[in-house]
Every structure is written in C-alpha cells, then in structure tokens.
C-alpha cells in the first residue's frame, strides 16, 4: 500500500484551486474538424454548441484545440455554411 | 426555560423534554424535524421554541427522515451547527444518510430515541435499532436517565465538532422508558452552556463548502484514497475515547455533575461480580446492587455510556480480576447466541484472563427489566463466579433453549 | 483570402457566457454528449460562485472529484441520489442563515429527480427551498447502463424494456416532471434544451434571481447519444426536433403564469424526431401514433394552462 498522502483533509475534501484532473480527451478521436475558411462566416456556432467548448477564436478564425477535441462532429453539423468537414484521422498520419 | 438567567432552573420534564431543550442551548443553526414515535415530542417541542423565538435557527420540516439527515449533513458541511432526532425505522429510512454524514466527517449530532426495528413493527423499547447500524462510523453516546440526556447532548457538540475529531454523534436513550416519563432536570443556564462549549471557537477552523472557494466535498475516494480517508476516520475514532474523557472533566467542572467518561463504575472496586449494561435499566440495576451490597454481596455495575468507539481499554482495565461478569444486552445479535455487547466484549476476552462473561438478554419489545429480573441475573452471576454450570446466553424474560424453538 | 477581413457577426447568446468556463478540457462524457456542453453552460451562465451538488450519475465522475482532485473549479458537494434535494436544502438555508450570498444548484439527472429522489425534491418545492434544481433529463439511468425511468418516454427501447417477442419497449408513457414541478406552485418552473441556448441562458438568469426567495426546477432535455442510439454529431439536431414537434416543448411558470417561451407555430409530426433515435427504430406506424398522442395530450394541457389569466404568488 503507498503512504502517499491524496486528501489534505480530515474528509473527502478536495481542493480545486491550483491544479485540476484532466483527461487525454483528444486521443479518443477518430474524425478531426477542418475548417474551410472560405465558407465561415464567422457566427460562432461550432464553439457556442462544441460541447467540450475546446473550439476557441486563433488569429481570424474558430479553431479546435485538438488536444482535447473528441471529434464528435457536432460542430461540423451545426455550421450554418457546413464550412468545417470531419476528415478521419488516418489521413493526418 | 428562561434563556437569560445566569442560574440553572429545575424543572420536571421528559427525556424527551430534555433533549429539545438541550438542543435549543448549544444554539443549532438548522434543525430538521420530522415526527416517529416515540420522539416525536422533541421535535414538536422544538418547533414551539421556533415559533415563540426561542429557538433562533433555520427549522426545516422535512418530508421523511432521509431529507431530514440529508439536510443536516449538507448544512454542516457549509459550517452550520445542526441538529436532528428519529427512532428505529426513522434511523432505518436515513440510514444511507447516515452513512453519507459520518464519511463527509460531518459533526451531526442526532438524538435516535430507542426502539425495536428489525421485521416486526413493534412500537416498543429495545436497542435494535441503535445495534443495526452499529458500524456506521458515527459515536454514540447512551443515557441512563433524563438528566444525562440533557448532558450528553451538550458534550455530544463538544465531541462532534472538536477539531481532532470531527465525526458525528449519536446520543441515544430508551424509548417510551425515558422519553415520555418525567423526571427532576436541572436545566443549566444559556450562558453556561455557551461557555462549555466556546471551546470550539478557540480550535482551528474546520473545512467548510463556501460558494466560490474552489474546494468540493463528497468525492471518490478510489483505492488509495479510500484507504487513506477510512484511516483517517478510524483514528478520530480512537482519539474520541479520550477527548470524551477530557469533556466529561470539564463538564463536571462546569455543570457538577459527573457520570464518568467512556463508562461508569458503580460500586465496582472491590466487587468480585459484575453486571454490563447500558441505558434506563442501569437504574434498577443501581437499586438491586445497593440491596445486595447491603447484604455482603460484592457487586457493582459497569454501564457502558460510550459504545461506539468501543471502550475496551476502560472496560478491560475495570473488568481485570473480577470473577464473573453478566452482560445485558436490551437487543439481539442476529446470528451469534449472545447479545450483541455481550460478542463485542468477548473479543477481547484473551486480555479479560479468568473473567466467566454470561449474556443476559432482556427487556426487549417493552418487556420491563424487573427488579426480579435482574437479582435473577445477579444469582446467576453468582453462580458462574463460583464456576457452577450456567447457560452462556439466558433470554432472562422468555427462558427456553433456542433449540427448542 | 488573406485581403478579405471577415467580420464577426457572433450570435447573440455569446452575450450569456459572462464567466469562465470553470471545467477542466479533458473530461470523461462521451464523445457528442449534450450534458458535458450542459454543465460547462450553466456556470458560463450563472457564474463560478454557484455551489453544485451532484449524485451517483452520468455527470458524477465529472462533478465530484476523485481521490482529492477535481475536475473543475466550483464548490461542489456530492450526495446520494435518494436525498439530492434535502442536501441543497441544508446548504441553501445554512448560507441564507449566515448571510453567505452564492446559488446552490442542484445538479441530477432524471433518475434522481423524477424516480429515486422524487420524494424529497417534491418536498424542497413545496417548502419553497431557496435554491435551483436542475434535471438533466435523459430518459433514462444511462450511467448505469441504460435502463429505464419514469421519464422514459413510450415505445423506447432501453436494457430493462428490450424489444423481442413479448414486449416492445417501454410500454407506458413518461411523467411529465416539469408540470408535476410547476403544480407546487413554486415561483419558477421551466423547460430548456441544448438547441435553444439563449432561451435556456434567460431561464438560468431569471432562476439564479428568483432562488434567492424560493425553489426553481428547470428541465433540461438532454439526449444521449450512446444510450439512444445517436451518431454523435447529433446531440444538438435531437434537441432541435424535439422542441418543433412538441416533443419537448420550451415553457415557463412564473408565479404559476405559464407561457411558451417557444411557441411552435406548425409543429412537425412526431415521426421526424422518432427517425433521429435509434431507441425508437422497432416502432410501427400505429406505435408512432400512441407516441403522437401523448405528446399532443402534454401540449394541450400546457396550452390551455398557458391561456389561464391566473397566478399564484407567495406573499411577501
Ligand atoms: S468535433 Fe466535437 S469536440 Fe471536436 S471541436 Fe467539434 S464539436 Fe468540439
Ligand atoms: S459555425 Fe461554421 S460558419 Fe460559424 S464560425 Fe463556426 S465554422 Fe464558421
């Protein structure tokens, strides 16, 4: 058994202010978002219905962070202008 | 009650009296209410000092017993000092609860007023309900009569809320016994018991939820995590048996009055006989061991007023030497022949040496423990302690071989 | 390209994310899943200084921590799932007591709030408890593998009403939680879903205000997409038909006064949301039509309750 110490506290208390769990999300990924910035127009859909909100304004345009994309697609079906495309990953190999 | 006397009142009330009234001078933030036989007299008085402004608190009339332990446990986990009663199926319906509130480690403290549980809908005295959930990692504390609920109440706050300990407490006394009958009770004064436990605010303060701070309560605590938390509560259970001892000092400072800690040793010195008990009976109990002391017999009585922690070092060090011991247990233990005190003590009987332990159980479902009862008992104790042949376990009201049934 | 500058033309809701989003990025939901957009939504909304209790559910393992650490920034407290409501209510009035300002939001999924802990929340609203409850509802126990709840709607196939010879799905109909919630006549009930954002940003707003004197119960329609059998880019076009053919329509009772937040002026016919969910795909046309029904029943009661000039305040 370690004698590592997890809870600072008497209880199950758990302190969130300095660091956070975090999961390798990104690697769960099959199907990557590619933009076509011809066709944005900009409304920010993608990143408002994005539901790990991973999808953030870089430069000019709406830009997964696909360390955590799960390649879901959600953003990809609710683009109003269909400007981002789901393009398996094997491609990206 | 007066809440701005300096002086204790006397006043003749009912156990249950006692803990409402108890309840109202260590100052609770939240109280949640909800009626069961036969505690149901605290909480209407409770709430009567609500209405009449003498209990300032959030009172929650919850819809079961479940809310009403979930509600408190979740408030002291905010920071507030809470308070709550049930009794026997009450206790059975929170008992997820109950659970939630000792691994949280919040200092609830809960009168559970004894009653008969398991099966059977008996509303009648035993300490069934108190012995199901035995494990459940809360301390619990018993009283003997009205006067020490008052007591325990107020050093159960002492207890829960101490900063080394932090775990829930219990107080628990027999039903329809204590709750309804009155008795003489000396009410302390609201500025002695806000000095008793001002104690508190010395320490540090305990980890509390606040809106904003970043910090969460109730998580999984996998594997390690969960070993780690689960020693740590172990330990304040252990450090709990001598903080008691240390409250029970300072209260009798305070207060006068002195019941000893962990346990109480009635006349048991010199004697070569003991009986074990705990609760209402321990008061005949007293009355026949005085008759008997006046005819020679060398008894006494331990009365067990902390039963979880366990106090096996003060109970092993009370017991060494003495000759027989009866141990009366007010409930079963499923499955084992003797009561459930009575297995409990016997697991460290190696440490007890020569000590002949007999298991008496009586007085469950309302049938009294009679004064004929217990000389009954001491005559068998007598008779172990001279190594005559004696059942290991006699049911003292309903005597026939478990075999035979 | 390069010449052409584009110009922002942000849709309106962004206007509600005034606070950060206090999850870390990587967190388990699975892929597609509206509820992990639901919960980083309600603190954008309402703020980082919301308390949130979770229970033993989809979102547990998310809400609470584990071993010490913690997936996010909020002050949480984990409960069970029988006594969800009573542990916001001990928190809400400890915090009213000492004049501690800050929301508590209670966070469960439909299992909790319309089945096993039913009880209690129905308790916290008629004592008009001063916090918000949230239901994420999912038709479903999804976490523990699909099973299903009162909420689980007719004709669906989950683990415990499977498809085969002698039975075909659920074969009752679900409770409607949120009109059961508004007839306690708390002073706000309402529904919301993942397609309508600012509809769903407004509620929370109107909800964080009004807790500070009473209960608030919003409904949120959650699909899930593994457990109802969605491609996952599909959590948000689910939501979509359910509003427009009054599958889940979007409401509001203040004070007892209901109105549509979303009144749907030609509803699409049941069918077209039954085709996007795999749990429905073994329904025949008349199983549909039972299906139909139910869902025009709940949208008339709601229409003429809407109609009524009625309203039921508490007094001050
Ligand atoms: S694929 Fe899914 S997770 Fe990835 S950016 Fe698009 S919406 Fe977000
Ligand atoms: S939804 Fe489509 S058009 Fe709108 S910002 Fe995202 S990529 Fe551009």
Known sequence: MSEKIYFNFQGPWSDAATELLCSDTGSWRTERPVLDEEKCILCGFCAMYCPIQCIEMKGQFFHSDLNFCKGCGVCARECPKKAISMVPEGEFK | MNMNSEKSELKVITGNGAAAISAVLCRPDVVAAYPITPQTEIIEKLSHYHATGRLDAEMVTVDGENSAMNTVTAASAAGARVFTATSSWGLVFMYDAVLAASGARAPVVMVNVNRETPGIIAVSAGQQDMISIRDCGWIFLIAEDSQEILDLVIMAYRLAEDYDIQVPVMVHYDGFYLSYMAERVEVPSQKSVDDFLAVLKTQPERTKLVPGQKLGCGAHGILEGYVELRHKHCAAMERAKDKFEEISLDFEKQFNRSYGGQIEEYRLDDAEIVLVASGSMCGTIKTVIDEQREKGLKIGLLRIRMFRPFPSEKIIKALKGKKCAGVVDRSICFGFKPGPMCVELKSFSRELGDLKILSFIDGIANTDITKINVEKMISMTIAGAKGENVPEVTWISYDKDLKEC | ?316
């Not at chain 3, 919960?39 to 609470?64: E, H, K, W, Y």
């Not at chain 3, 009573?86 to 004049?99: E, F, P, V």
């Not at chain 3, 397609?195 to 119960?217: M, P, Q, R, T, Y």
């Not at chain 3, 009144?263 to 549909?288: A, D, G, Q, R």
Request: aromatic share 10%; charged share 25%.
């Open chain 3, 1 to 316: 390209m390069a010449d052409k500058k584009k110009k922002k033309r942000l849709s309106k809701v962004f206007d509600y994310l005034k606070y950060e989003d206090p999850f870390a990025k990587g967190v388990s939901f699975c892929a597609g899943c509206p509820l992990e957009r639901l919960v980083r939504f309600v603190p954008q909304v309402m703020g980082n200084d919301i308390v949130i209790t979770g229970t033993p559910s989809c979102s547990a393992p998310v809400l609470l921590g584990q071993n010490g650490k913690s997936w996010h920034k909020l002050s949480y407290y984990g409960t069970l799932m029988t006594g969800a409501a009573s542990n916001a209510t001990g928190l809400a009035r400890y915090y009213k007591r000492a004049g501690i300002d800050g929301t508590v939001v209670c966070f469960n999924g439909d299992g909790t709030a319309a089945d096993i802990g039913f009880g209690n929340l129905s308790g916290a609203a008629e004592r008009n408890e001063p916090f918000v409850y949230i239901c994420y509802d999912n038709e479903g126990y999804m976490n523990t593998g699909i099973q299903k709840s009162s909420t689980t709607p007719f004709g669906a196939k989950t683990t415990t009403t499977p498809v085969g010879s002698n039975e075909r799905g659920k074969n009752l109909r679900r409770k409607n939680l949120g009109l059961l919630l508004a007839m306690h006549k708390i002073p706000y009930a309402a529904t919301a879903t993942l397609s309508n954002l600012e509809d769903f940003a407004k509620k929370l707003l109107k909800a964080k205000e009004i807790s500070k004197k009473g209960f608030c119960f919003l409904h949120i329609f959650s699909p899930c997409p593994t457990g109802w059998g969605m491609p996952t880019d599909t959590g948000i076009e689910v939501c979509r038909k359910a509003v427009q053919t009054n599958y889940f329509p979007l409401w509001e009772a203040e004070n007892g006064k209901f109105s549509f937040t979303k009144e749907v002026k030609k509803p699409k016919p049941i069918k077209e949301y039954v085709k996007l969910v795999k749990k429905f795909s073994h329904l025949t046309e008349e199983e549909i039509e039972v299906l139909q029904k139910d869902v025009d029943y709940e949208y008339a009661v709601l229409k003429q309750l809407s109609l009524l000039d009625q309203e039921c305040p508490l007094p001050d």
